[in-house]
């Protein structure tokens, strides 16, 4: 956004537009569409209209390309900090957020060598940007749906999440709700929390 248009005010302001559009189309569509392909959709969408800018002249067309593209990296944030918390093992999710956010800084600290290829030529920021984000959108086809499933809580069930899941599920219009229960049961892997038993004790004894 910074490269597009001169003044940083303007061009954050632009940038900032997108946050709360991002949220709303969470609110309404994740639970509906699932984690996997809405997240697949964004990046897909910000690398298209990555690439759309540079083939379009410079100037506010150019402008609301990367609007868009910035649109679909909110969306995918926002989703990301979600399936931490869900995919994760409840053993291991504590540092598996951390090493997440320490690849994020990373990430930060990468940033500037990208804007910066626009010295050697102005259309590389994009490229780069747009072939990240179609291999994001790529890998995160290889992630499993966490939507209406029994999430991991022991490093075992980690391993197994996902496994009896299609490739081609998708939530929102599938006639399945792909639980498999008893899937889960057969190999042991069904939590506690959700056989539905209920055990009393004696609080004196606490």
Not at 164 to 189: D, H, N, T
């Amino acid at each position: 956004m910074k490269l597009l248009d001169p003044d940083v005010f303007t061009s954050f302001s632009l940038a900032s537009l997108t946050e709360l559009p991002a949220a709303v189309l969470l609110a309404l569509f994740l639970d509906r569409w699932g984690r996997r392909w809405m997240g697949f959709a964004s990046m897909f969408l910000c690398g298209i209209f990555s690439f759309v800018a540079i083939a379009t002249p410079s100037g506010s067309t150019t402008v609301a390309m990367a609007i868009i593209a910035r649109l679909g990296v909110n969306i995918v944030a926002n989703i990301g900090f979600q399936y931490a918390a869900e995919m994760l093992s409840t053993v291991v999710r504590a540092q598996g957020v951390s090493l997440i956010h320490i690849i994020g800084y990373i990430a930060h600290i990468l940033g500037p060598y990208i804007i910066y290829l626009a010295d050697i030529d102005p259309s590389l920021p994009l490229v780069a940007l747009g072939l990240l984000s179609f291999g994001h959108a790529f890998l995160t086809l290889g992630l499993p749906e966490t939507l209406n499933q029994e999430l991991p809580e022991t490093l075992q069930e980690g391993n197994d999440f996902g496994k009896e899941q299609s490739f081609w599920w998708v939530p929102c219009i599938s006639s399945s709700k792909m639980l498999k229960k008893s899937y889960r049961k057969k190999k042991g892997l069904s939590n506690p929390a959700f056989t539905g038993s209920v055990q009393k004790m004696d609080c004196t004894r606490l």
